[in-house]
């Protein structure tokens, strides 16, 4: 694979992938710049990872071994997974205030 190839690679990978809102400071998109600034050379281990992070993308992986339900869906509290997708999605946003309200919450436990 030529140079131009693997550079028109990295610029599509950077433009697709989703970025980090918890994390914006260590995202992979830092990575795939340094990959254009390095001037790629077409070496294996770089079509390697070029393809790698095409089947993270595009959740070949997931597709070829699913989770089953039953791990999604633990009996002891089956909707973990959904609260625990709804506190990451609102983590970025919080104040300063709700994150204090949260913590205080995870601390006294009312039955």
Known sequence: MS?????QHYA?????????RIR???TFHK????RLAAAPSG???????INAA?????????KRYPIPGNIMKPQSRPDHYIAL???LEEAPDRTWFDNFKT????MVRMR
């Not at 913590?103 to 995870?106: L, N």
């Open 43 to 49: 070496s294996k281990d770089e079509i390697k990872e």
């Open 31 to 34: 990575l795939l710049r340094s």
């Open 3 to 7: 140079r131009l190839q693997i550079t």
């Open 54 to 62: 095409y089947l993270l993308l595009d959740d070949a992986i997931a």
């Open 12 to 20: 599509r990978l950077l433009t697709r992938w989703p970025v980090d």
């Open 103 to 106: 913590r205080i919450k995870g």
């Open 85 to 87: 997708e709804k506190a």
């Open 24 to 26: 914006p400071e260590n």
